[in-house]
């Protein structure tokens, strides 16, 4: 993609989309109550993931730049550093949502290059402990959608419902 002067002079998302607003509009164009809103990254709708310079006609949403990576944390260069043994507790901060499927994959991931042979029995306790992630996961993914819904009782089940599957 391009850049021009113009964005390297001002990368932040909210400029770019001011400026590009003020290039393209026509001096005769009428234009109504218009508002450009930042939405996060710490609005309780992103969960901090994401950020959002939107632009509001009204009610309406008329453009929307996002504007990611807010959990990117340089991983892979903390790991080069690292025997391959001494990273496996970064993974489980790679995905706060299910942190044993990360586990997992990287644990694949080493015993394919060290040429390890992994028993019937483990790779089938593997499966069980990463769909049981998966279920809790999902399960928070609900509550969370329910809460910024406003449906806080089906966000309390799913939060009990996902504590019972931390106690098996």
């Known amino acids: 993609m391009p850049f021009t002067t113009r964005e390297i002079e001002s990368p932040d998302p909210v400029t770019r989309v001011v400026t590009a607003d003020t290039q393209l509009r026509h001096a005769d164009e009428d234009i109504g109550e218009?508002?450009?809103?930042?939405?996060?990254?710490?609005?309780?709708?992103t969960h901090?993931?994401?950020?959002?310079?939107?632009?509001?006609?009204?009610?309406?949403?008329?453009?929307?730049t996002p504007d990611i990576g807010f959990l990117h944390r340089?991983?892979?260069?903390?790991?080069?550093?690292?025997?391959?043994?001494?990273?496996?507790?970064?993974?489980d901060r790679l995905d706060y949502l299910a942190p044993l499927s990360n586990n997992v994959a990287y644990a694949l991931a080493i015993e394919k290059?060290?040429?390890?042979?992994?028993?019937?029995?483990?790779?089938?306790?593997?499966?069980?402990?990463?769909?049981?992630?998966?279920?809790?996961?999902?399960?928070?993914?609900?509550?969370?959608?329910?809460?910024?819904?406003?449906a806080m009782t089906v966000f309390l089940y799913t939060f009990t419902e996902r504590e019972k599957l931390y106690d098996l």
């Open 48 to 64: 901090g993931v994401l950020r959002l310079v939107l632009e509001l006609d009204g009610e309406i949403i008329t453009k929307a």
């Open 74 to 91: 340089g991983d892979e260069k903390i790991a080069e550093n690292m025997q391959y043994n001494q990273f496996v507790p970064y993974t």
């Open 34 to 45: 218009k508002m450009v809103l930042n939405m996060g990254p710490s609005h309780p709708a």
């Open 113 to 150: 290059l060290m040429g390890w042979d992994i028993p019937p029995r483990g790779k089938a306790i593997r499966t069980i402990c990463c769909e049981t992630s998966r279920i809790s996961s999902h399960l928070l993914g609900l509550g969370a959608m329910a809460l910024d819904l406003g």
